[in-house]
């Protein structure tokens, strides 16, 4: 193994240390999710064309965002990333940056965003978890532990030692401003309860020449009042019912508007009492005194 590479081994193993990375704060539900389901699996596939790092990290930008990570590296030896983005917007970018511009740059980043850094010997991809103010989460599968997908620690004192330059990702659905949908406020007007055009009464019962002015609700001005038997009731121009003899008889009011109510009427048969009534109009009882007279 050359000696450099064996240095950045050296370092790499003592920085990307799983047991120090235990006090992470991902505000990303779904990331925290992935890191659930894949943290302690070995991987060793591949996605769309990248394979390694850059393979793993793809594809859990892909799982959060859909959009299949953020493009290929250039080929060129120690080379600094150029990006080609997928659905994705370079948010800040150092080369040959120092610890203090580290620690800026994370600082800018939040859970979900993807990171990418050339080093001496190689590049690497991973998704930014969290950081704090000696270093950052990130979550990633690396050559050093067989491709293992954990969580690691990375301190800006390490990664200002070995990187010739850094990239910071986010997925523009999270990058774009979110825009606020503002509902108009559309007074609603009042409206009117329709009151139904009926008579309040819809079944009356008249005697021998009683009469009746029947109420009417809603609608316009009554126009025309019909019968259906005027040997039963009569109506006149102004809506007054009148019982004429025993049976039942409609009574049709219809207004301006064409539209139309009907009502029962029923007058009691009281012939046989008229008739006693005629016959005893004018009778004089005759009293004690009339037959002692």
Avoid at 74 to 99: F, H, M
């Amino acid at each position: 193994m050359p000696v450099l590479l064996a240095i950045v081994t050296i370092l790499t193993v003592a920085s990307f240390n799983t047991a120090s990375a235990k006090g992470y704060n991902c505000t990303n539900a779904k990331l925290q999710q992935l890191i659930n389901e894949w943290e302690g699996v070995y991987w060793t596939g591949s996605f769309r064309t990248a394979i390694t790092c850059k393979g793993f990290a793809d594809m859990m930008f892909n799982e959060l965002y859909g959009n299949g990570g953020v493009g290929a590296y250039n080929s060129g030896a120690y080379s600094y990333y150029v990006p080609t983005p997928r659905k994705a917007t370079e948010i800040a970018r150092l080369s040959s940056a120092g610890y203090k511009d580290f620690y800026n740059i994370m600082h800018k980043a939040a859970s979900g965003d993807y990171i990418q850094w050339a080093t001496a010997y190689s590049q690497h991809s991973s998704i930014f978890i969290s950081c704090d103010e000696n270093g950052f989460y990130v979550f990633d599968s690396n050559y050093v532990e067989s491709y293992l997908c954990a969580v690691h620690y990375i301190t800006y004192e390490y990664i200002a030692d070995i990187t010739y330059g850094v990239s910071l990702y986010r997925s523009t659905s999270s990058a774009a401003a979110v825009k606020k949908e503002v509902k108009k406020t559309v007074a609603k007007k009042a409206v009117p309860k329709v009151i139904p055009y009926e008579f309040e009464e819809k079944n009356v019962t008249l005697s021998y020449m009683e009469t009746y002015t029947p109420s009417v609700k809603g609608g316009k001005k009554i126009t025309s009042w019909t019968s259906s038997d005027d040997h039963v009731a009569v109506v006149s121009s102004d809506g007054v019912v009148e019982g004429v003899s025993g049976g039942t008889a409609v009574i049709t009011a219809i207004n301006s508007e064409g539209k139309s109510t009907q009502m029962t009427v029923t007058v009691e048969d009281t012939s046989v009492k008229r008739i006693i009534g005629v016959l005893l109009e004018g009778f004089k009882p005759m009293g004690v005194s009339d037959l002692i007279a």
